[in-house]
């Protein structure tokens, strides 16, 4: 059961919210081999300014910027997160969605650490 959080300009909330929430679970089912019915995702729009960012870091021609915050239980290899975040900002281009302008972060921990409505 991944948690996602997305932190992205108003605008492009506004604009493009559903579209970009389904390109991620769409992306979590095909790479991490979650259920359809496995979707807990949440939205933060911010306004101008608030999401601050070096636009070259790392050698990147960063425009905007799209966090996504993935938290999961620890079970994924390497490749298979890799493969995850291919398969996001390959959903997020037809959107208008540049690669460069998403960062994304898998964070893990253990099924201990985890409550869903029940034991």
């Known amino acids: 059961m991944p948690l996602i959080q997305v932190h992205l300009d108003r605008a492009l ?15 979590q089912i095909e790479a991490l081999g979650i259920p359809a019915d496995d979707r807990f995702q949440i939205f933060s ?5 608030e ?4 636009p070259g870091y790392n050698g990147v021609d960063r ?3 799209l966090v996504i915050r993935v938290i999961a239980v ?5 490749a298979v997160k890799q493969a995850f975040f291919r398969a996001v900002v390959d959903r997020l281009e037809p959107l208008g969605i540049r690669r460069e302008d998403v960062l994304i972060s898998l964070t893990e921990n253990g099924f201990e650490d985890w409550y869903a409505g029940k034991n």
């Open 13 to 27: 909330h506004d604009r493009s919210h559903a579209e970009i929430g389904d390109a991620i679970h769409d992306a």
């Open 45 to 49: 729009p911010h306004d101008s300014g």
């Open 51 to 54: 999401l601050k960012f070096d």
């Open 74 to 78: 620890h079970m994924y290899p390497v």
């Open 63 to 65: 425009r905007d910027l």
